[in-house]
């Protein structure tokens, strides 16, 4: 089963199973890591940015409109940032790092 190694606010590394087809949002919840998603993953919120690592950047596919204007609103954006509800794990994928951005902005609450 491929995995994903998730870099937390403290710099602490976990891997975890990454389960074909289900989100890093996904697996984030179902593994205890503090990845938000407000939204539960309707791309209506940015709470699930991460920062993908650069080296496994260029393998995910392109981001929608939608999810750009969604990061348009993250806390802490980057050249690498996407939506974690928004990244479906393949096979190509086993080993993808994401970091966790050091605050999240959520919309619903930050007003």
């Not at 074909?20 to 539960?40: F, P, T």
């Not at 794990?89 to 902005?105: F, M, N, Q």
Request: one cysteine or more; proline letters at 5%.
């Amino acid at each position: 089963m491929p995995k994903i190694i998730f870099v937390q606010k403290d710099g602490t590394r976990k891997e975890v199973d990454a389960p074909i087809g289900l989100s890093v949002l996904e697996i984030a919840h179902r593994n205890n890591i503090d990845l938000e998603g407000a939204c539960e993953g309707s791309l209506a919120c940015s709470t699930c940015h991460v920062i993908v690592d650069p080296e496994w950047y260029d393998l995910l596919a392109d981001a929608t409109e939608d999810e750009e204007d969604m990061l348009d609103l993250a806390f802490g954006l980057t050249h690498t940032s996407r939506l974690g509800c928004q990244i479906k794990i393949t096979e190509e994928l086993d080993g993808l790092t994401v970091k966790l951005p050091p605050a999240t902005r959520n919309m619903m609450v930050d007003k």
